[in-house]
């Protein structure tokens, strides 16, 4: 208060002494006070800056009470899965689909959209976990970030009616399971499609459907490599499904090449299944997801005009930053819209960038989706 008494008393001398000016000084003096009274009063300023002080506490607070609850819940804020970007709230979309008051089942995990996941899957990371229930995965869980089920449920959710949806390179059917429960919770008429190039994980893909509750009706499995076009491909072989997640199929090879990979008995041929034929039985594909080892890009680059007809959201994992910006490029010029999307994580070495975490993309058609 002693602080703006004085500088009141300070601008009333100021005041009185425009008022004793000469006629001489009558210019510069109003070109003086016209400048000084553009300045704003000091005790404004005052408060101003208090007021904003008081801001920033305010916010400091709700910061770390936001910090603490995640940390209570279990939930790393240092992760790089939180390094997102999208134009929808995702953890809200994740958080809606959670199922209430889950109970275990003796034989296998149980996640938080109530879908049974059996260990024998994911042995190296799943063993011993038979019997619990897993929480909302925010931000990750071992199979999948924030950005990957926040794109995927946003489909589901943007379905208007029936939800039909093709998973590229399935595994156990990760996915096709999760989405499916998701929209039959919804009330949802459903059709599920996978390709898969492993025997084993086709076998893994059935066992998970029917202890799902999925009926035979709803869901298809093919066993080949997803294509722009038909063909043989070789796909590699291991000696027990489950132990490799990784597998990537080899194009173009010559008969020759095709023989002795054969006679090696390390690959399988396998029929190219062109993504044109999987879809063509349904009118729309409400989601497509592909994670098919590094050749995402040049599959969609090739089915650009299937894609912007019949399928009204893509969720692609990525495995390089060339792929990434190869998506972009294409699916931006074809008039596709990002809605969600976590760039791949590199880490640097001496002699090049080397992927450590796949990223993830989700595109909305807005051709199907306005």
């Known amino acids: 208060m002693w602080l703006r008494r004085r500088r009141s008393a300070g601008q009333a001398t100021f005041v009185r002494c425009l008022r004793k000016k000469t006629p001489n ?16 009063a000091i005790p404004g300023l005052y408060d101003a800056r208090n007021a904003l002080l008081m801001q920033r506490d305010t916010l400091s607070a ?9 940390a209570a819940r279990g939930e790393d804020i240092a992760s790089p899965f939180w390094h997102y970007h999208a134009c929808f709230d995702a953890v809200a979309v994740i958080r809606r689909h959670a199922v209430p008051g889950l109970q275990p089942c003796p034989r296998h995990l149980t996640n938080f959209l109530g879908v049974l996941i059996d260990p024998k899957f994911f042995p190296s990371i799943l063993a011993g976990r038979a019997g619990r229930i897993e929480p909302v995965p925010i931000p ?10 926040a794109g995927m449920l946003r489909a589901v959710e943007l379905a208007p009616g029936p939800f039909t949806m093709i998973e590229l390179g399935c595994g156990w059917g990760y996915w ?27 076998g893994f893909a059935r066992e998970a459907c029917e202890a799902n509750g999925f009926q035979p009706s709803q869901f298809t499995l ?24 990784g597998l990537e199929p080899i194009f173009d090879a010559t008969d020759a090449q095709r023989d002795q990979a054969v006679r090696s008995r390390r690959y399988d041929v396998l029929p190219m299944i062109p993504l044109e034929e999987i879809a063509a ?3 729309r594909i409400d989601l497509l997801h592909i994670d098919i080892q590094g050749g995402e890009a040049d599959l969609i680059a090739a089915c650009v005009p299937f894609l912007a007809h019949k399928v ?43 992927n450590q975490v796949d990223g993830v993309q989700a595109w909305r058609n807005p051709m199907l989706l306005a």
């Open 176 to 202: 096709m399971n999760n989405m499916g429960a998701a929209a039959r919770r919804m009330g949802r008429a459903i059709q599920l499609i996978d390709i898969e190039g492993d025997p084993g994980h086709i």
């Open 140 to 149: 990750a869980n071992w199979h999948a970030d924030i950005a990957e089920w």
């Open 62 to 70: 709700a910061l770390d009470a936001c910090r603490k609850q995640l």
């Open 25 to 40: 000084q009558s210019g510069g003096m109003s070109l003086l006070k016209t400048t000084l009274l553009k300045v704003p």
């Open 281 to 283: 039985p349904h009118p």
């Open 312 to 354: 009204a959201y893509l969720v692609i994992g990525t495995h390089s930053r060339a792929i990434e910006g190869k998506l972009f490029e294409v699916l931006l010029s074809a008039g596709w819209r990002l809605e969600i999307e976590r760039p791949c994580q590199v880490r640097l070495t001496e002699a090049t960038p080397a």
């Open 222 to 245: 093919h066993h080949g490599i997803a294509s722009s076009r038909s063909g043989p491909a070789l796909f590699p072989r291991q000696g027990s499904a489950g132990s490799s997640w």
